[in-house]
């Protein structure tokens, strides 16, 4: 396993870990407008590193949102051209107090980093940096040619990339991407994701009156539109989980028995999965399919806020003049984000209680992607996570989505190789992120030979 650059990033790897908090330390939070100026801090502190290590041609790209970070190696004749993409943005911290150390200052304890993007993705981000580093400074060169391009608005749609991805693809021309934003199955698994849930997100705004009404003088005449919206959700799915939108389902590609009975041999454990990572007295969804094919292989609808109305302390007795939901749907191969949305948007308006006005705004989307597994690539990472874990690798699909990948394939015509060193308990999104120190020093070193056995 060993060669000069592996050897390169095992004595250097205090110092990649110190790098990696610096970077941590930033709050480039996308979705907040006040912290805009972080997230170009951010994108400026990986710009600087990628031309400290020696990439060319590094610049930030401006878009609509936050910058793109380009830099590029395209001294190897004859080598393929692997595009490498990550993510500098973050997701809100809150809430706040369930944090056991601040979010950006980054913590080591338990064997972990603890921190907000410690491994969705400025961790393995500062992975892909490294083993970059590594190659160009024990061998003054890379084993294939290299294109990078991280981005600052993933967690919230990713709209910048995409606009970029479809109206320049000359300037992206490679034979594969490298994506480091998953996990691995279970700690010490060598794991491969090969394919994604796409989603769409959506706001449901339903109005009643002209302004907020006193409820003892027009409740009971006066349309409510909490109570609307909650009549809207409720007749978005059965008891049972099962998605009430007429045709939701009807292009879905299931998987096929091979898949199936592959994820049959993985290591799971529904009860500790229900207790160690949901933390619910019970699971739910549709009825004759297994936890990883409800997570993995079915669309799912889900209700993230409904804002609005009066909550401070006390009473105030109000009717709101409007109510708003935000709703989201993950899509599966065969679905698509076009007409999944149109499918909702027609059903909710059909719905929609006499007495209120509905508007259903889709917010972002993303297409669902499935990785053949038999492209040489794919067979590079498999040979090069063997040698570091010392196990043979299994596929997996994931719940979340990428949306990058689908326009990967779609505007530049790329497979990507998805392969991420997060844990299934790392807590994105959610309080106490972290990331696995031994998977973070094991991960350079895996993205390291997959570099070196990709350009043979």
Known sequence: MSSPAVDFATQ???????????????PSISTLPEHKDDCRRAAEFLASELKRIGMENVRLIDTSGHPLVYGDWLHAGGKPTVLIYGHYDVQP?????????????????????????AVDDKGQVWMQVKALEALLASNKSLPLNVRVIFEGEEEVGGEGIAEYVASKPANLKSDFALVSDTELFAPGLPTLCVGLR?????????????????????????????????????????????????????????????????????????????????????????????????????PTLDVHGIPGGFIGAGAKTVIPAKAVAKVSMRLVPGMTPAKAFAQY????????????????????????????????????????????????????????????????????????????????DDNIHAPNEKFSLQNFELGIRSLIRFLEEAGR
Not at 12 to 26: A, G, Q, T, Y
Request: hydrophobic share 40%; charged share 25%.
């Open 12 to 26: 250097n790897h205090p110092r990649f870990l110190n790098e990696l908090k610096d970077l941590l330390r930033i």
């Open 93 to 117: 911290t809150d809430p706040i107090d369930e944090w056991l150390s601040p979010p950006f200052e980054p913590a080591e304890r338990n064997g972990n980093i603890y921190a907000r993007g």
């Open 198 to 298: 796409g989603m769409i997100y959506t706001e449901l705004e339903v109005r009643g009156a002209k302004t907020d009404l006193h409820s003892g003088m027009y409740g009971g005449a006066a349309p409510n539109p909490f109570t609307a919206i909650a009549q809207i959700i409720a007749r978005l799915k059965d008891d049972n989980g099962h998605i009430l939108i007429p045709g939701f389902y009807d292009d879905i590609i299931p998987p096929s028995s091979e898949e199936l009975a592959a994820w049959k041999s993985l290591p799971f454990d529904e009860e500790h999965y229900r207790i160690s990572e949901v933390g619910s007295r019970q699971l739910v969804g549709e009825d004759g399919y297994s936890v990883l094919e409800r997570t993995w292989a079915r």
């Open 345 to 424: 948007k027609s059903y909710v308006e059909k719905i929609a209680p006499a007495g209120v006005d509905v508007e259903v705004r889709l917010i972002h989307s993303g297409d669902p992607c499935l990785i053949p597994v038999n492209n040489k690539y794919i067979q590079a990472a498999t040979h090069a996570l063997h040698e570091v874990w010392g196990k043979d690798t299994v596929f997996i699909r994931s719940g979340g989505s990428i949306p990058i990948v689908g326009d990967f394939d779609r505007h530049l015509g790329l497979p990507s190789v998805m392969m991420g060193f997060g844990l299934p």
